[in-house]
């Protein structure tokens, strides 16, 4: 966990990034929007409509109907067909979304949220023999080492569930941790038949 003095720093770092983003061009700033503001522009542009939230909200309502079908699906057969219409209205809801999120992870907000995680990242990733992987955020933002930056994709799933509550195992789909529990359980039950049935052979040869 970082030390409340990381957690000072991570927050100002979080606020310059944001006072640089919100500060107008003229005077050496990014002149970036606030989500309140990007969101805005994009209903008066036409670019995100409440139409569109609409049928997003209206796709995500099926996916969870869906959820609560595959799991109580008794066959195999009946599983799949669930599990593939959820992966078919993922690939809708990725798909319209994506419209949206480009802008939304472009606002001011989202760049100071995702400093304040980085920040905190450089500060709590250790190695093997207890050193810190990183010795200066700096040297954490000129990150280019492929192994090292894949330790950046692991770490800010820790670093969700250390800091915002998120436990790592929800952040993958639901239906996919559904698919996974259902496999490992017909696994486990093909190998105790199996297990089951070589020890009745043994004691029938074993009879005779």
Not at 63 to 85: G, H, P, Q, T
Not at 177 to 204: A, P, Y
Request: proline content about 2%; charged content about 40%; hydrophobic content about 30%.
């Amino acid at each position: 966990m970082p030390s409340p003095l990381i957690k000072d720093k991570a927050e100002e770092e979080e606020l310059k990034v944001f006072n640089d983003g919100i500060r107008p061009r003229e005077i050496g700033g990014l002149g970036l929007l606030t989500k309140d503001q990007m969101e805005k522009v994009l209903r008066d542009n036409k670019i995100w409509e409440e139409k569109d939230q609409e049928e997003l909200d209206s796709i995500r309502s099926k996916i969870l109907l869906s959820i609560d079908k595959l799991k109580n699906a008794k066959s195999n057969k009946e599983f799949y067909k669930y599990y593939d219409e959820i992966k078919i209205l993922r690939a809708k809801e990725a798909d319209l979304s994506s419209k949206y999120d480009y802008y939304l992870n472009r606002t001011v907000d989202a760049r100071a949220h995702q400093a304040r995680l980085m920040y905190l990242i450089s500060n709590c990733v250790y190695d093997e023999n207890n050193n810190k992987v990183w010795k200066s955020y700096e040297e954490f933002k000129n990150e280019n080492d492929l192994e090292r930056l894949n330790l950046i994709t692991e770490a800010a799933k820790q670093a969700l569930c250390l800091f915002y509550g998120i436990d790592v195992d929800l952040l993958g789909q639901p239906e996919d941790r559904i698919l996974k529990e259902r496999e490992d359980k017909q696994r486990k039950e093909k190998e105790r038949l199996k297990k089951s049935k070589n020890k009745s052979e043994k004691s029938t040869v074993t009879k005779q």
